[in-house]
């Protein structure tokens, strides 16, 4: 990968830390992301959301070199991080990165130039209904285009990854997208999917 592309992801799964080790996790952010892992009531939750800002200032460290004191991470309103620095480089002129978590697994890309998007998710496998009828209470939120690739995927295990698939890259276009293109977000996924294959890495 070219220089500033980052993909990682932590397993979280084992990870189970004493108080203590967890208090000392906690105190290496600075103290104004405390409260964003702390007012998690589940530890499970409070994990994610440290790994997450624990990634943010490793990476951010790794690609551009800036010592931890002086990283700033703020977040846009929609909720995604950014570094705030002055010092633009000219090697990653809109350098960027996006964060998601969800079940075992906290992620983090980064981006030299272009904007990045990114959602992770760990699949549920319907108990109480078949999948076709688990999937079928969702199928206002896809365009023509998604629900044919979804229900024409092959087995019931296969449907059920693609559903996944487009969840997941719709939220990943989401998580980049500026106010009022939530709307437009199924005719993106559309054109992004036709010519992209979807990668369930």
């Known amino acids: ?82 570094l705030e620095y002055d010092e633009v480089n000219p090697e990653f002129p809109n350098f960027n990165f996006n964060t998601s978590h969800h079940g075992d697994y906290v992620a983090i890309a980064s981006e030299p130039l272009c904007l990045v998007g990114l959602d992770i998710v760990s699949p549920i496998i319907p108990g109480k209904e078949t999948i076709l009828e688990f999937i079928q209470n969702f199928s206002q939120y896809f365009s023509a285009w998604e629900w044919n690739c979804i229900v024409n995927a092959g087995s019931s295990d296969e449907i059920l990854v693609e559903f996944y698939r487009i969840v997941v890259l719709q939220e990943s276009v989401l998580s980049i997208a500026v106010k009022g293109l939530a709307q437009k977000t199924s005719n993106a996924v559309g054109s992004i999917g036709s010519s992209l294959s979807y990668s369930s890495t």
């Open 1 to 82: 990968m070219e220089q500033g592309v980052e993909r990682w992801a932590v397993d979280i799964s084992e990870w189970n830390p004493t108080s203590h080790q967890f208090s000392f996790a906690l105190s290496l952010l600075p103290q104004h992301h405390h409260s964003s892992v702390t007012r998690f009531v589940k530890m499970e939750d409070r994990k994610r959301a440290l790994v997450s800002r624990l990634l943010q200032y490793a990476l951010v460290h790794q690609v551009l070199g800036i010592p931890f004191h002086q990283i700033i991470i703020r977040r846009t309103i929609e909720g995604k991080p950014y």
